[in-house]
């Protein structure tokens, strides 16, 4: 699925589009609706930068066992482990 954000938004909002994903994906993880890894997916950004950011606005990690569970599994599909 694709989400177009109309241009007049971001002018409206003055953020642009790499702003935006951060912005929907700090709300989606603090809502505990993404986990970290796929947060910092959605907003193009390293885990390492996401978590800097989050920790810019001092929103807490939640990282429980199926976070854990998750990262395990996409260092298995990485190869490293």
């Not at 989606?28 to 609706?33: D, G, H, P, T, Y």
């Amino acid at each position: 699925m694709s989400v177009t954000i109309p241009d007049e938004i971001l002018t409206t909002t003055r953020m642009t589009e790499a702003e935006m994903r951060q912005e929907i994906a700090v709300m989606l993880f603090e809502r505990e609706k993404l986990t970290l890894a796929q947060a910092s997916r959605f907003a193009r950004m390293h885990p390492v930068a996401f978590q800097h950011l989050l920790a810019s606005r001092r929103i807490p990690m939640h990282y429980g066992i199926e976070d854990f569970e998750q990262d395990i599994q996409t260092l298995r599909q990485m190869g490293r482990l």
